[in-house]
């Protein structure tokens, strides 16, 4: 088939719920439950891998190699939720990141809206054993009030997750802000204005300083970028980096400890020419580029 053709996996991987001697497996959580303004990010998993297939041609730029000659890496398909039953949400999301994990594979989940994140965090920290370092992307802190353990809202995940110690507020950061919370929980901000004003490259530089060699999660919420770049999400703010920015930032990210990664919030139904599933899939495939490298250079995770 061409590419393009046929039915379509993230980078054309093989669609497979085998997991043995995968280092990483790509799959997707098609939720919308817990938006607060525009739903369809359920439709992102699809947009991503259709939007993906464009760069399955050619070597990736500017790494001019071919990541899967050294990474093993499958589409694993979506985890099954029961859209009609809240409940069973955070249980179900849980039990398929654990499944991945206890393989020994590095997960790149595709929201879904960002609420997604909190139970990937859940199972990566039970993984990992300690506060994970969250490298966080974003237009919003997404550590707004939280009603509590009964409710699913993709703006107070991060609250929960550092109450109850999932995440270490303090060798976290998080990058592009452009919303106000009065209370930030501590975590260390790189805004919007700060990236404009100082550029990517300083950008990076910080986010290794702070994360260092601890375990890190990086979530990519799309709509850190601005909606110049990436339309197709369902809560847009003005102001946000540049897809440019963003690239510059996730390939330099080598240095650090990745355990595992999502990209969310893509809600393909606002997009306009594909363009925010297509940056979408850029960055996930830089990500596993940084990978890639990680695994030949024998930087493991620790
Ligand atoms: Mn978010
Ligand atoms: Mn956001």
Redesign the pocket.
Known sequence: ENTFAGVLSFLRRKYTRDLAGADVVVSGVPLDLATTFRPGARFGPAAIRAASVQLAELKPFPWGFDPFDDLAVIDYGDCWLDVHDQATIVPAIVEHARGILASGATMLTFGG??FV?YPLLKAHAERFGAALSLV?F???C?TWHDEGPATIN??TMFRRAANEGLVDPARSVQVGIRTWNDDFMGFRLLDAPWVHENGPAAALARILEIVGDRPAYL?F?I?CLDPAYAPGTG?PVPGGLTTAQALAIVRGLEPANLVGMDV??VAPAYDASEVTALAAAHIASDLLCVLRNRKVKGLGRR
């Open positions: 809206d960002h994140t966080h974003d237009a919003h997404d993709h703006g979530t919420d709509d809560t969310v919030e």
